[in-house]
């Protein structure tokens, strides 16, 4: 058997399949919500759900063999993921601005078909001091938690990861349970001109990004529990932690300026 060798740092990753099936159930999914907002049946949308959850499963499982049994994670490596993950978040953030944008521009200057008022006339905001104070409150406790895992991480205690993991991952599902409840008690709903629109797509984006690091960081907390980190190699948990510092920031300036200043 002739044995290869490379004389660079780098990770040339093998052929693998998840591309293209990931992309065929992205668009099987995309089929199925148009089928579900024009034909009200909703079992395309759900297999193209289920088509890539599994993609998901597989394609990252692949992953981290690559990185913790395979070590083909090298510090040149690990530096060009850091690089990604920078300029992914970055990408979040202006898909944010674009919201908060398009909220500003109507709330600053509301035009003749709202009354020319802000919230337009008819719409009954949320107290800000009632459920979106008490979901402040939580992710600012999920932000500290999740500092706590990190720091448990680079001190190598891994019960104390654990327990700030847990607490972490319950504070977004927590969050999640709440925004569900307030979003079924809303006195409006995302077809009450602009400010129902701007309110739901912000707010909604935001906690599907809620449910996507709760995700994550439930995924690192299995990998914990299986010693998949140490101290010096955990960028895994890194990219959580990075994500959902991000989360919590989004929801501050969301806070003050949609439930808070907005209501006023």
């Known amino acids: 058997m002739m044995m290869t060798s490379q004389n660079h740092p780098f990770h040339l990753v093998d052929v693998s399949p998840w591309p ?81 944008w398009a909220y500003f521009h109507s709330a600053l200057s509301p035009n003749i078909e709202i009354g020319m008022m802000w919230p337009p006339m008819g719409i009954t905001t949320f107290n800000p001091f009632q459920v979106p104070l008490l ?59 602009i400010y129902g629109s701007t309110f739901f797509v912000s707010t909604g984006f935001h906690g599907i990004h809620v449910i996507v690091g709760t995700t994550f960081l439930a995924v690192c907390l299995v990998r914990n529990y299986l010693n998949h980190f140490s101290k010096w190699h955990h960028f895994g948990f890194e990219a959580a932690a990075w994500y959902w510092h991000f989360v919590d920031v989004v929801w501050l300036f969301l806070y003050i300026m949609i439930y808070w200043w907005g209501s006023n």
């Open 135 to 193: 979901n402040t409150i939580i992710l600012v406790s999920s932000g500290i938690s999740v500092t706590w895992a990190h720091h448990s991480i680079m001190e190598g205690d891994k019960n104390q990861t654990n327990q700030a993991l847990i607490i972490t991952v319950m504070l977004g599902i927590y969050f999640s349970m709440l925004q569900m409840y307030e979003y079924i008690e809303a006195p409006f709903t995302i077809a009450d001109s």
């Open 20 to 100: 293209l099936l990931a992309s065929s159930g992205t668009m099987i999914t995309l089929m199925g919500l148009i089928k579900w907002f024009h034909l009200f049946n909703m079992n395309l949308f759900i297999l193209g759900m289920l088509i890539m959850k599994l993609i998901m499963f597989q394609w990252w499982r692949d992953v981290v063999r690559e990185s913790t049994y395979q070590g083909h994670h090298t510090s040149a490596v690990t530096k060009g993921l850091r690089w990604g993950m920078i300029l992914f978040i970055i990408s979040e953030i202006f898909f944010f601005i674009s919201f908060f």
